[in-house]
């Protein structure tokens, strides 16, 4: 079973900062928080990793809380092609596979 | 990043038959996965396809009805069983690669049963 749960869908302005929470209050001290999206017809995209610190890459921004219960993915200039659904999930490094839970479903408006 | 590639891109097939999905990776590879896509759904893991040895699979999945083989470091197949409707789905190939701390996706096989 997943072990996050995140908003089911969320609205975002083209241009705007779109900010998706998830919750992983039983994560493990081994576990990392990662985050893909899926683009309708696409297979699952990577985005973004974190352990503990708040990481930033050329796609998005992760914004870990200090207890790692939970997350943010920050996209900081929502496009209309960010419409996505967004997966957020705990694993333990080490080729555990990834355990989708149902995500939350962004429509960047124009 | 990596470049998977999965064969055939969709199919549509009878009630009764079988279909085997085809998975290449570009990339020097530790990990390949399965994994099935019913319609509006998430990704559900069906499979750990181990090189030279059986599938790992999940609960729920059994090998008689999708078999698995992975006879290198690079290649697996997925073959879908004695089909009915409810097997309809996108079938997603998935691949943990050497260098990288994440799985990359093939772009999926969307299979129809009639």
């Known amino acids: 079973d997943a072990k996050t749960t995140q908003p089911t869908s969320m609205d975002c302005a083209e241009g705007r900062a779109a900010n998706l929470p998830c919750n992983h209050s039983?994560?493990?001290?081994?576990?990392?928080v990662y985050w893909y999206r899926q683009i309708h017809s696409q297979g699952p995209q990577y985005i973004i990793h974190?352990?503990?610190n708040n990481e930033t890459n050329e796609m998005a921004s992760l914004i870990i809380t200090e207890d790692r219960k939970s997350s943010t993915l920050i996209l900081p200039h929502a496009t209309l092609r960010d419409t996505a659904v967004y997966y957020c999930?705990?694993?333990?490094?080490?080729?555990?596979?990834?355990?989708f839970g149902k995500g939350t479903r962004l429509s960047v408006i124009a | 990043s990596a470049v998977i590639s999965q064969k055939p891109s969709r199919d549509i097939c009878q009630r009764g038959t079988s279909l085997t999905i085809q998975c290449q990776v570009d990339?020097?590879?530790?990990?390949m996965f399965w994994y099935r896509q019913q319609p509006g759904q998430s990704l559900t893991l069906i499979a750990t396809?181990?090189?030279?040895?059986?599938?790992?699979?999940e609960s729920g999945f059994v090998i008689d009805k999708f078999p698995i083989s992975r006879p290198n470091l690079t290649f697996s197949t997925l073959t879908v069983s004695n089909m009915s409707p409810e097997d309809s789905s996108i079938y997603l190939c998935?691949?943990?690669?050497?260098?990288?701390?994440?799985?990359?996706f093939g772009p999926g096989t969307r299979l129809t049963v009639l």
């Open positions: 998935s691949a943990e690669i050497d260098q990288y701390n994440e799985q990359f």
């Open positions: 039983t994560i493990s001290g081994n576990e990392y």
């Open positions: 974190g352990l503990k």
């Open positions: 999930i705990v694993r333990a490094i080490n080729n555990t596979p990834l355990v």
């Open positions: 990339s020097q590879v530790t990990m």
């Open positions: 396809a181990n090189q030279g040895s059986e599938a790992t699979y």
